[in-house]
C-alpha cells in the first residue's frame, strides 16, 4: 500500500476548511510500529524470524517488538530496518512508528547510515562504515 507523498498531504492540510476534515479525511494518526512492521514483511515477503536473526535481536525480544509488546530502541529499529532490506523511505517511517528519531543528514552518523542504506549496504558493512569513521556502530 503506497503512502501519499508528506508535501501532497501538506498541501491538502493547507487547503482544507479545517484540520478536523483533513485528518478525518487523510486517516492522519499514529503509525502503530507492529502493523508497519508486519507490513514490511509482506511487501518484502519475509518471515519475521529470519529477520530477528539476520537483525541480531534475541529471538524472544524480536517476537515481542513484532508484536508491539515491548518497546525497541534506536539502533534495534536500525538493524530490523537493515534485516529487512527497507528503503530510506521506509527505515524513517520505522523509527518515527517506534517512537525514535528519523534519520538526520547533518549528524554525522545518521549521514554514514543513510549513506549505507542508500547504497544497498549490509548491516555488517555499515558497521564496518560507522567504526571505519569513528562513530558508534549500530550493534
Given amino acids: 500500500m503506497e ?3 508528506t508535501e501532497d498531504m501538506l498541501t491538502e492540510l493547507l487547503e482544507a476548511p479545517d484540520p478536523a476534515r483533513f485528518i478525518d479525511r487523510a486517516e492522519v494518526g499514529r503509525r ?6 508486519n ?9 519475521r524470524a529470519a529477520v530477528v536473526r ?19 530502541s534506536r ?7 537493515f534485516a529487512l532490506g527497507a528503503s530510506l523511505r521506509e ?19 545518521d549521514a554514514i547510515i543513510i549513506f549505507a542504506i542508500s547504497h544497498g549496504y549490509s548491516l555488517q558493512k555499515t558497521e564496518e562504515e560507522l567504526y571505519r569513521f569513528g562513530e558508534p556502530t549500530i550493534s
Fill in 3 to 5: 503512502e501519499p507523498l
Fill in 32 to 37: 502503530d510500529l507492529a502493523g508497519y512492521l
Fill in 39 to 47: 507490513q514490511l514483511l509482506e511487501e518484502h515477503g519475509l518471515k
Fill in 54 to 72: 539476520v537483525a541480531g535481536i534475541n529471538e524472544t525480544f524480536g517476537y515481542q517488538i513484532f508484536t508491539g509488546a515491548r518497546k525497541a
Fill in 75 to 81: 539502533d534495534n529499529l536500525l538493524k530490523i530496518a
Fill in 91 to 109: 527505515t524513517n517511517r520505522l523509527l518515527q512508528a517506534g517512537d525514535a528519531n528519523e534519520l538526520y543528514c547533518k549528524n554525522r552518523r
